[in-house]
């Protein structure tokens, strides 16, 4: 068994690595939001972060073992964002789900357009995976289409799978169209939302169908 010095001094040199392994992250992630990630070198890093090139090199790996990190923290990001949002009303739900990313891409727009563009181009979302964000992201779609079904919102003549996928496929575009500077995120709320909400419309009761049609209306009109 250590002694309590050596352990101590163990836990202590673990701290510090620890930070010193977020400190160069942290600043990853600025040089990914200014620079993009193809201008992104460990040179680069080694040098804004004060340590060495070996340093940051048998810390993380190369490049590519960074931004993985980096990517890694935002699906887990993003899977918080998006857990337990209000589902009782469809339209809420819908709103709910594109308000908690919108939140969270505003707190950092840079990095995020930067690292989905970066992630698609590698791969790195790993669409197959249970945890990664496709599949936390249309988990909670099926659960708003199963909930509105229950609740008498919907028909129930279109399988939940396929109008989950069609509603998280609105946000995908309407993300890809933002990540590639064509809209910014007040656009990219609006055509999430009218997107959803003409899915909806598919499978929607009367009564609902006309709550769907009004809320669209508002929202192209009031730009809201």
Known sequence: ?????????????????????????????????????EAFTLTQLARKAGVSSPTVYNLFGKKNDIFQELVS?????????????????PIEGAKA??????????????????????????GLFDHEL?????????KIAERICAEAKANGFLHGNIETAKLAEQLFACQRLAR??????????????????????????ADARPD???????????????NC
């Open 130 to 138: 249970p945890t990664g964000i496709f599949h936390q992201s249309l």
């Open 1 to 37: 068994m250590d002694s309590p010095v050596i352990a101590r001094g163990n836990i202590t040199r673990q701290a510090n690595k620890k930070l010193r392994r977020q400190h160069i992250l942290d600043i990853a992630k600025n040089l990914i939001a200014t620079d993009g990630f």
């Open 176 to 201: 890809q169209d933002w990540v590639n500077g064509y809209i910014d995120l007040k656009r990219y709320r609006k055509q999430v939302l009218i997107g959803m909400y003409i899915t909806y419309a």
């Open 97 to 122: 789900f594109t308000d908690n990313l919108l939140h969270l891409y505003q707190q950092d727009e840079a990095f995020y357009r930067a690292a989905f563009l970066a992630a698609d181009r590698t």
């Open 208 to 222: 609902f169908y006309k709550r769907l049609c009004t809320t669209i209306q508002l929202l192209t009109m009031n």
């Open 73 to 89: 923290e935002m699906v887990t990001t993003i899977g918080v964002a998006l857990s337990n949002p209000d589902i009782s009303d």
